[in-house]
């Protein structure tokens, strides 16, 4: 079965604190997303993360990859209360599906 | 380009009517898909397309929804009859293939649409 886990599910940070947010997946795939949606907000694109080993950064957000792990983190810098939202991965398992397979999200509330 | 395009923004309608949603992909794209987004079951994938041919409906969680897409440029998804459990937030979103085995680029997602069932 084709699953993809993140947690913690919600997370209450303080501003200027740091914290990573974790994505497993059940399979081999090495191409995942990072999606963002704010409060009654469509979904954002953040990353795309095509290999083994890839990392990409904006702003406070750092994104890996480890599909040996089958793993992907979403770490936060020093957060914001302009970073409050949630957060999705979403994996492609590729072959003929076509489709992502989305987490259930994390829902982020960095407070002052 | 404009982005993804859905249509209405927000519904509400009564128990037992029909609900038709529409959606305009990115010019150029050819997968589309229908999501469906509540509290309980989170982002759920219902039907998607490859050059307006579904594939996979496995999703579609009965025979009151149908999708279709006559056109590169437009998809409508249909609830009739509509029930008070179909209230959620549904989500068109377009992207491009990558490459020959069938993965496809970054999914861009429309406004979505609310609906509210009765």
């Known amino acids: 079965e084709l699953k993809v886990e993140q947690n913690p599910l919600f997370l209450s940070m303080q501003e200027g604190k740091n914290y990573t947010i974790y994505c497993n997946y059940s399979?081999?795939?090495?191409?995942l997303y990072w999606y963002r949606q704010d409060p009654g907000k469509s979904l954002e694109s953040l990353f795309v993360?095509?290999?083994?080993?890839a990392v990409k950064q904006e702003g406070r957000l750092m994104a890996s990859l480890d599909t040996k792990a089958r793993l992907s983190t979403l770490h936060i810098t020093a957060a914001v209360h302009d970073l409050s939202a949630t957060y999705f991965c979403a994996v492609d398992f590729g072959g003929s599906q076509g489709n992502l397979i989305f987490g259930k999200g994390t829902k982020l509330s960095v407070k002052p | 380009d404009a982005g993804v395009i859905q249509s209405p923004r927000h519904e509400v309608t009564e128990m037992g009517q029909e609900v038709t949603l529409r959606c305009k992909p990115i010019?150029?794209?050819?997968?589309l898909f229908w999501y469906r987004q509540t509290m309980m079951r989170g982002l759920e994938l219902l039907i998607y397309f490859n050059n307006n041919v579904p594939i996979d409906d496995s999703g579609m969680p009965e025979d009151r929804f149908s999708a279709k897409m006559p056109n590169a440029s437009f998809s409508t998804l249909k609830i009739q009859p509509s029930e008070p459990r179909d209230s959620a937030v549904y989500f068109c979103?377009?992207?491009?293939?990558?490459?020959?085995?069938?993965?496809?680029?970054?999914?861009?997602f429309g406004p979505g649409t609310r609906l509210t069932v009765l």
């Open positions: 399979t081999t795939s090495d191409r």
């Open positions: 010019s150029g794209h050819d997968y």
């Open positions: 993360l095509l290999s083994n080993g």
């Open positions: 979103a377009s992207s491009s293939i990558r490459d020959p085995t069938g993965s496809t680029d970054t999914q861009y």
